[in-house]
């Protein structure tokens, strides 16, 4: 195998591959990317057996072949290189080193061979239809905050996808929680989505798709099976297995009959609760939240340090019902914030239960936040 590419186009596609390798050491040929050179088209390859990228680059194929080579150490190599300059990979035998030169720099990596680079197979999808690459983005970053993280509970390691009913509407939606909060998108359903199951992307996989996204073209394809999803866009495709499990009956926590409005600008809620919450140490930092029309305190108290407090009046907040006092968990209130655009909304029941939140501005988005005693 030997062939040439521009510095800045191998580049870009080894950012996305090595991301996808394995790092640790379990399986050595897992660390690796495997390198297809086949007419004028270049496939560089990455799995973690749960994760497969596939990324088509344009190169000068002088002779057909493949190869593997440590993933991380090849992208290191390329991103030091200086700009324009092309690089080429040469192996003469499958069985010896590869050869990288580019301008007087020379280096040899050493390989393992192909057949050892494991596939996660092709298989049927027989889910296919596309949705924006803007669509998309949203989906993930109004939602992928809840993932939770706890392991044993590994049915709500993702994001899930699925298609509902709204009022009569078919609606695909998205939804994460970790237990203390909950998060739900929703758009139109694209054309084709009617009949797929609902699926839980894992969050690693949610990770590397949101990295694709920004350089996805218009459009983003999606395939998908009962164990399986694949998401292609422009030259990259990536594949990965759907985590086996059930998702709770999240409709059931999201409550009906909060009537308490509070209505607040973003920048000064945000930066309120930062700053009443630098005085604790404690990991959950609670913050008090006491509302009474057009009045909110916010407060926050430290065994060491003392306590502190900031109020907002009724140029930033807007609320009218009867006197509440409810606490919750600083960043869980600041990430949801952060997915707000101008003015959030709170609905309350009472300092005890689950409270919604939601954007003013983007209806199709809705949080859930449970409070904690403070």
Known sequence: MKFSAERATLLKALAHIQSVAEKRNTIPILANVLIQANGQQLSLKATDM???VVEQVPATIMREGSSTAPAAVLYEIVRKLPDGVAVELDQADSDGPLHLRAGRYTTRLNVLPVDDFPSMGTGEFPHTFQVQSSVLRALIDRTRFAISTEETRYYLNGIYLHVTDVDGEAKLRAVATDGHRLARMETDMPEGAAQMPGVIIPR????????LVDEAPEEVAVALSETRI????GPITLTSKLIDGTFPEYERVIPRGNTRVLRVGKKEFSNAVARVAAISQERSRPVKLALEPGLLTLSASSAEQGVAKEELDDSTVSYDSE?????????????ITDQVENEAEFIFADSASPTIVRDVSTPSALYVLMPMRV
Do not use: P, S
């Open 50 to 52: 749960e994760i497969e």
């Open 323 to 335: 006197a509440l006092e409810i606490g919750f968990q600083a960043r869980y209130l600041n990430d």
């Open 204 to 211: 690693k996989t949610i990770n590397e798709l949101r990295k």
């Open 230 to 233: 694949q998401f292609t866009a």
